[in-house]
């Protein structure tokens, strides 16, 4: 069964920083696209980086110059650096990955979840 694990959530000040990693295990061909979204308390999930298996990079302009997503494709394993948080950068982040279990096709796989809350 093919999981992704994710840590480094917590509690912290405005303007500290946290680095959230999300491992990929399980029986995994190729994995394509991997990205990062959050969610909000009685809000939808929103998009906030993603990163291409050539290391291609996108990110929400509310993130932009703040957070930085990078790939480890030798331990399946994505990452989101954030700095600068600020109190609106409180939510749920949740990894995600479009992989290839040994199918011809791609699926989304969604990691648990991890609290990220920002104190002012």
């Known amino acids: 069964q093919v999981q992704l694990v994710e840590s480094g959530g917590g509690l912290v000040q405005a303007g500290g920083s946290l680095r959230l990693s999300c491992a990929a295990s399980?029986?995994?061909?190729?994995?394509?696209?991997m990205g990062w979204y959050r969610q909000a308390p009685g809000k939808q999930r929103d998009l906030v980086t993603t990163?291409?298996?050539?290391?291609?990079?996108n990110y929400a302009d509310s993130v932009k110059g703040r957070f930085t997503i990078s790939r480890d494709n030798a331990k399946n394993t994505v990452y989101l650096q954030m700095n600068s948080l600020k109190p609106e950068d409180t939510a749920v982040y949740y990894c995600n990955a479009l992989l290839f279990v040994g199918s011809s096709r791609p699926i989304d796989i969604w990691g648990q979840g991890t609290q990220v809350t920002v104190s002012s």
């Open positions: 990163i291409t298996s050539g290391g291609s990079t």
């Open positions: 399980g029986s995994i061909f190729r994995i394509d696209d």
